[in-house]
């Protein structure tokens, strides 16, 4: 499990990104795969939520989204048996987990320290360039946040050097901004594409300050 060195401080949250490891999942899902939608067997999965669940400290059943590349974000305050298709999760109450799975996407927290508020947000290219992160932040403000209050961690995800790209991807980031063309590179004819640097500036243009990047 991987914490973020700024939410460590805080002893009234919990938190961690999780990697493959650790899972009792076998076959092509051996890992710690966390996944309801995808045809591992259910009682492995539901083994592997639990095995989170120990880890962060909580009992409740943790809440997690049918993802689908949006920008849609739902507010929670109780584990529910209706199932949630978006990509953003936002709660403010006490001992309620949360949480979003990735592969090579974004996982994005977000914590009010003042508010005492948590929000977990799935961002790949799409979500990213749909601008999630600004509408998770937006979702913040109508909530009381203060954007000096709200601090933001990046996930583990891909990284640019891996990140290829088509000339057309590059150009619907450029038809949507100019200033985007910072998030790519070239080498050897090949194009690259930096989501964490795009969702970083996202962040950084909203005048969110408390911002790190794993």
């Given at each position: 499990m991987i914490k973020s060195k700024n939410l460590k401080k805080f002893n009234n949250i919990s938190h961690g990104f999780f990697n493959n490891v650790g899972g009792v999942s076998s076959g092509i899902y051996k890992s710690?795969?966390?996944g309801i939608g995808s045809y591992d067997r259910k009682k492995n999965?539901?083994?592997?939520?639990?095995?989170?669940?120990?880890?962060?400290g909580v009992k409740k059943k943790i809440i997690l989204l049918?993802?689908?590349?949006s920008k849609k974000i739902f507010f929670v305050n109780k584990v529910s048996k209706k199932n949630l298709f978006g990509d953003g999760l936002i709660t403010n109450t006490k001992k309620l987990a949360i949480g979003i799975l990735t592969a090579d996407c974004a996982p994005i927290l977000f914590y009010d320290s003042k508010k005492n508020i948590i929000g977990a947000v799935h961002a790949g290219w799409?979500?990213?360039?749909?601008?999630?992160?600004?509408?998770?932040i937006d979702y913040l403000k109508k909530k009381g946040s203060k954007l000096n209050d709200i601090y933001t961690i990046i996930g583990p995800c891909i990284s640019q050097r891996n990140y290829?790209?088509?000339?057309?991807?590059?150009?619907?980031?450029?038809?949507?901004?100019?200033?985007?063309?910072?998030h790519f590179k070239q080498k050897n004819n090949k194009i690259y594409f930096d989501l964490k640097g795009y969702i970083f500036q996202q962040l950084k243009s909203i005048?969110?300050?408390?911002?790190?990047?794993?």
């Open positions: 710690l795969n966390c999965v539901v083994k592997n939520l639990k095995i989170v669940s120990k880890k962060i049918h993802q689908l590349h799409k979500g990213a360039y749909k601008k999630i992160v600004t509408k998770m290829e790209i088509k000339e057309d991807f590059k150009k619907k980031f450029l038809n949507q901004s100019k200033t985007n063309k910072r005048g969110i300050k408390n911002i790190e990047i794993i």
